[in-house]
T-cell receptor, first 115, second 112 residues
Framework: NAGVTQTPKFQVLKTGQSMTLQCAQDMNHEYMSWYRQDPGMGLRLIHY???????DQGEVPNGYNVSRSTTEDFPLRLLSAAPSQTSVYFCASSRGLAGGTDTQYFGPGTRLTVL | LAKTTQPISMDSYEGQEVNITCSHNNIATNDYITWYQQFPSQGPRFIIQGYKTKVTNEVASLFIPADRKSSTLSLPRVSLSDTAVYYC?????????????FGAGTRLAVHP
């Protein structure tokens, strides 16, 4: 049981490039989400999904797209990278949809630098 | 949204007990209190959760007074490996995760 995995661990992009951050979980969790964490700050929710085929925006969705074609995978796409998207990105999953009580399991993160 | 307030940072020494208090004055009746721990270069991980009174597990204890407007995470006899950022979150069973807020957390530094 690998939990939540993310690839790549590190990525450097040039402004305007696009890329996809991968996230997968093997716990059969319904809920998955993407957060970004800027230096010295907490996590901010980008997008989330309550099940395959269902996604919604979080607090900071601009510049990012998501889709959820399977229960296991929840990729995050950067459409046209900007320096303001330099951050550490975390994917998380949880069994249920009860935000206040279900435990979220986080991946190890992807450190993204946009030049 | 239930907002939480925590100290920005704390310092302690190995072997001491550390108490981190979180204020959540507008907590709702159905809200639970959850604490996460984040080590450098890692994602947060769940530590403990409670609704009222006291909860204890193998890692920490959580004290919640009767009015539930604050909570205290207690780490017994900390070691260097407890150096991390600790987040306090408040949320209920009905709300989605889009209503949870990870603030800046409390940065705990444990010294030898």
């Amino acid at each position: 049981n690998a939990g939540v995995t993310q690839t790549p661990k590190f990525q450097v992009l040039k402004t305007g490039q696009s890329m996809t951050l991968q996230c997968a979980q093997d716990m059969n969790h319904e809920y998955m989400s993407w957060y970004r964490q800027d230096p010295g700050m907490g996590l901010r929710l980008i997008h989330y999904s309550v099940g395959a085929g269902i996604t919604d925006q979080g607090e900071v969705p601009n510049g990012y797209n998501v889709s959820r074609s399977t229960t296991e995978d929840f990729p995050l796409r950067l459409l046209s990278a900007a320096p303001s998207q330099t951050s550490v990105y975390f994917c998380a999953s949880s069994r249920g949809l009860a935000g206040g009580t279900d435990t979220q399991y986080f991946g190890p993160g992807t450190r993204l630098t946009v030049l | 949204l239930a907002k939480t307030t925590q100290p920005i940072s704390m310092d302690s020494y190995e072997g001491q007990e550390v108490n981190i208090t979180c204020s959540h004055n507008n907590i709702a009746t159905n809200d639970y209190i959850t604490w996460y721990q984040q080590f450098p270069s890692q994602g947060p991980r769940f530590i403990i959760q409670g609704y009222k009174t006291k909860v204890t597990n193998e890692v920490a204890s959580l004290f919640i007074p009767a009015d539930r407007k604050s909570s205290t995470l207690s780490l017994p006899r900390v070691s260097l490996s407890d150096t991390a950022v600790y987040y306090c979150l408040v949320g209920d069973d009905s709300g989605g995760y889009n209503k949870l807020i990870f603030g800046a957390g409390t940065r705990l530094a444990v010294h030898p």
